[in-house]
């Protein structure tokens, strides 16, 4: 048995390809190819002969690429490496998470991890912290509507910006069921912040009386936020496949039921092949979870010459200065929000040098 005494831990210099090519050999045999673009912070831990033990990284909340070498997983030193990680990232949050293998449940467990969900037999995800998903559902007791209705709906909505084709989906929604609750993507991923693009979805929708906003928190998970890194050796469709399990089985198991939701709403995806197998993944495992999946043909532009409206051409439109052909795409009240609210110049310069999809 080798205790943690027998350990050391070092802090490698990301920006030095010597220390990042390091952990990438290390990793490499374990099934992870090391990007050091998605990580803020690594350490290895070593013997005191200075022989690899493991290694570990954090990106803002989420663990990522926890490894032991198979010769000390019977040792201290993945709770070492585990822990060391989550005081720094509880030292600056609320909150950690991490994806993992299912097998890998119980180590985490012990450490003081709790599980929230599964898509076997690729992913888990844990939660440790001062905040946990209990407190996600609190938050929704808080918003929920207390009348007892029967067709209760949802629609999850990133908004950026909110766009007719949104508007759309959730009118309709509104239209066939007697409460619809709006899930606003809440990670910062976007051009626009999570408080322009909630309340550009608020004003968008304040004429329909049956529709309330939620927060999405950090449990609606999206492709934009999903940590697939530790499933390089599976297909696109794979991945997408178990992003949408273990968002369906969060969904599943701790929201729909809080809020008795039913049904889901999502537009027709014709320009991402991404978000389209995502798609097509939840209308075939929704249904065997007790919800209902809708998917709405996405509306096209109404000059019926520009294809499918959608938030990347609006956001193609305002990165190259073309703001007079939003009207097409945009409803009054997100075109006055950008107008009277937003530093566009500064939208766009966000625009210019990013080259995120969603």
Same mark, same amino acid.
């Given at each position: 048995?080798?205790?943690?005494?027998?350990?050391?831990?070092?802090?490698?210099?990301?920006?030095?390809?010597?220390?990042?090519?390091?952990?990438?050999?290390?990793?490499?045999?374990?099934?992870?190819?090391?990007?050091?673009?998605?990580?803020?912070?690594?350490?290895?831990?070593?013997?005191?002969?200075?022989?690899?033990?493991?290694?570990?990284?954090?990106?803002?909340?989420?663990?990522?690429?926890?490894?032991?070498?198979?010769?000390?997983?019977?040792?201290?030193?993945?709770?070492?490496?585990?822990?060391?990680?989550?005081?720094?990232?509880?030292?600056?949050?609320?909150?950690?998470?991490?994806?993992?293998?299912?097998?890998?449940?119980?180590?985490?467990?012990?450490?003081?991890?709790?599980?929230?969900?599964?898509?076997?037999?690729?992913?888990?995800?844990?939660?440790?912290?001062?905040?946990?998903?209990?407190?996600?559902?609190?938050?929704?007791?808080?918003?929920?509507?207390?009348?007892?209705?029967?067709?209760?709906?949802?629609?999850?909505?990133? /908004?950026?910006?909110?766009?007719? /084709?949104?508007?759309?989906?959730?009118?309709?929604?509104?239209?066939?069921?007697?409460?619809?609750?709006?899930?606003?993507?809440?990670?910062?991923?976007?051009?626009?912040?999570?408080?322009?693009?909630?309340?550009?979805?608020?004003?968008?929708?304040?004429?329909?009386?049956?529709?309330?906003?939620?927060? /999405?928190?950090?449990?609606?998970?999206?492709?934009?936020?999903?940590?697939?890194?530790?499933?390089?050796?599976?297909?696109?469709?794979?991945?997408?496949?178990?992003?949408?399990?273990?968002?369906?089985?969060?969904?599943?198991?701790?929201?729909?039921?809080?809020?008795?939701?039913?049904?889901?709403?999502?537009?027709?995806?014709?320009?991402?092949?991404?978000?389209?197998?995502?798609?097509?993944?939840?209308?075939?495992?929704?249904?065997?979870?007790?919800?209902?999946?809708?998917?709405?043909?996405?509306?096209?532009?109404?000059?019926?010459?520009?294809?499918?409206?959608?938030?990347?051409?609006?956001?193609?439109?305002?990165?190259?200065?073309?703001?007079? /052909?939003?009207?097409?795409?945009?409803?009054?009240?997100?075109?006055?929000?950008?107008?009277?609210?937003?530093?566009?110049?500064?939208?766009?310069?966000?625009?210019?040098?990013?080259?995120?999809?969603?």
């Amino acid at each position: 048995m080798i205790e943690n005494s027998d350990f050391r831990i070092e802090e490698p210099d990301l920006s030095s390809k010597f220390d990042v090519e390091l952990i990438r050999r290390f990793l490499s045999p374990l099934g992870f190819y090391f990007d050091e673009s998605t990580v803020d912070y690594s350490i290895i831990l070593y013997t005191l002969n200075d022989d690899i033990v493991g290694v570990g990284s954090c990106q803002g909340k989420i663990l990522k690429y926890v490894a032991v070498a198979p010769q000390f997983r019977e040792t201290g030193a993945f709770a070492h490496i585990v822990s060391h990680l989550t005081e720094r990232v509880m030292n600056r949050n609320q909150q950690a998470f991490v994806f993992t293998r299912p097998e890998n449940i119980t180590r985490f467990e012990g450490i003081g991890y709790r599980h929230i969900a599964t898509a076997q037999p690729l992913i888990s995800v844990l939660e440790f912290g001062y905040q946990s998903i209990d407190d996600y559902k609190k938050y929704l007791h808080t918003i929920k509507a207390h009348k007892q209705v029967e067709k209760v709906a949802s629609v999850v909505i990133n /908004g950026n910006p909110f766009t007719l /084709g949104h508007q759309y989906l959730i009118e309709k929604a509104a239209k066939e069921n007697e409460r619809v609750y709006i899930f606003v993507v809440q990670a910062e991923k976007s051009a626009f912040s999570f408080a322009d693009r909630y309340e550009m979805i608020r004003l968008g929708t304040q004429h329909l009386s049956n529709v309330i906003l939620v927060k /999405g928190g950090e449990y609606i998970v999206s492709c934009a936020t999903f940590p697939n890194y530790f499933l390089k050796n599976e297909t696109p469709d794979v991945i997408t496949q178990k992003q949408a399990e273990l968002d369906i089985e969060i969904f599943t198991q701790h929201i729909a039921p809080t809020l008795g939701i039913t049904k889901r709403y999502v537009g027709t995806e014709n320009y991402c092949a991404t978000t389209a197998l995502y798609n097509k993944a939840m209308k075939a495992i929704l249904p065997n979870k007790g919800i209902e999946l809708c998917e709405v043909q996405r509306l096209e532009v109404s000059n019926g010459t520009e294809g499918f409206i959608s938030a990347s051409k609006v956001r193609e439109a305002i990165k190259n200065h073309k703001i007079m /052909g939003l009207q097409n795409l945009l409803p009054n009240s997100t075109m006055q929000y950008l107008k009277n609210k937003l530093d566009l110049k500064s939208v766009e310069m966000h625009l210019q040098t990013s080259d995120a999809r969603h």
